[in-house]
DNA sequence: TCCTCATTTCAATGATTATTGAATTGTAGG
DNA sequence: CCTACAATTCAATAATCATTGAAATGAGGA
């Protein structure tokens, strides 16, 4: 990944909508939701959704396929990850070990709750 | 992780000279580098750098520490760690093991070049 | 204590970016 | 074919953010 695309997928992560629409889709999986289910459940205008889909689309965080008359978005797993290891990569000067038990428990894992800090177990 | 700390974090991470701040220190480790030397490494003034420190700090992504004259700043990892988990929190709805092996790929490990695409392995 | 150096603060300027509502595209069902 | 519907595009407005240079702070060494 180029710096560049990161900190385009970045700035479209801090925008309030643009953030919860990725979570909800991050929590969705890979079935995705519709543009317009996506609109409700953000609480947001079409127009505007759809303004900040394109922007996310663009960023490689989320990917859009048609179903029927809807278009379906998903979370760019990929890109999702790429964006990660861009961010962390050559961590600590090629030693890991410093730095990997403080991110082990970033991984994605069921978790109802994450206030409660959580101890990393390589 | 509440979300408006998150997007603070993001917001943060999406500018050119405190993305490679934060990369940079990434790589240096817990070590950490000299406010001034951090200026120099991305060739901005010190005005500049102290402004977009401040904002990195203010954001979780770095923590700072006073030694002799300098000001010595280096990576949280702790933060950089609760922002990648609040990102992917409840990921496929409680069944990770679906987009977990996206994922493992981005954990901390040393690279020299991330162009190419990595397999996960479990 | 005085002087030096590293860093920060400040005010002003220029440049992106989000939001809104109306109009448009394009897909399918009757 | 034509109507209805889902999503996008467009132009205008309002708000936020990065950059610059000069001035100020504050900690240490002599």
């Given at each position: 990944?180029?710096?560049?695309?990161?900190?385009?997928?970045?700035?479209?992560?801090?925008?309030?909508t643009r953030l919860r629409i990725v979570r909800l889709l991050v929590q969705a999986?890979?079935?995705g939701m519709a543009a317009g289910a996506i609109a409700q459940a953000v609480e947001v205008s079409p127009?505007n959704v759809?303004?900040h889909l394109?922007?996310?689309?663009?960023?490689?965080?989320?990917?859009?396929?048609?179903?029927?008359?809807?278009?379906?978005y998903?979370?760019?797993?990929?890109?999702?990850?790429?964006?990660?290891?861009?961010?962390?990569?050559?961590?600590?000067?090629?030693?890991?070990?410093?730095?990997?038990?403080?991110?082990?428990?970033?991984?994605?894992?069921?978790?109802?709750?994450?206030?409660?800090?959580?101890?990393?177990?390589?």
């Open positions: 990944m180029e710096e560049r695309q990161a900190r385009t997928a970045f700035a479209a992560l801090s925008q309030e999986g890979p079935e127009s759809s303004f394109k922007d996310l689309e663009h960023a490689g965080m989320i990917v859009p396929r048609r179903e029927a008359r809807s278009i379906i998903s979370a760019d797993f990929t890109g999702l990850r790429d964006l990660i290891a861009f961010l962390m990569k050559d961590c600590c000067a090629g030693h890991p070990e410093i730095c990997a038990p403080a991110l082990v428990a970033a991984q994605c894992r069921p978790s109802t709750n994450n206030t409660t800090r959580k101890k990393a177990h390589a």
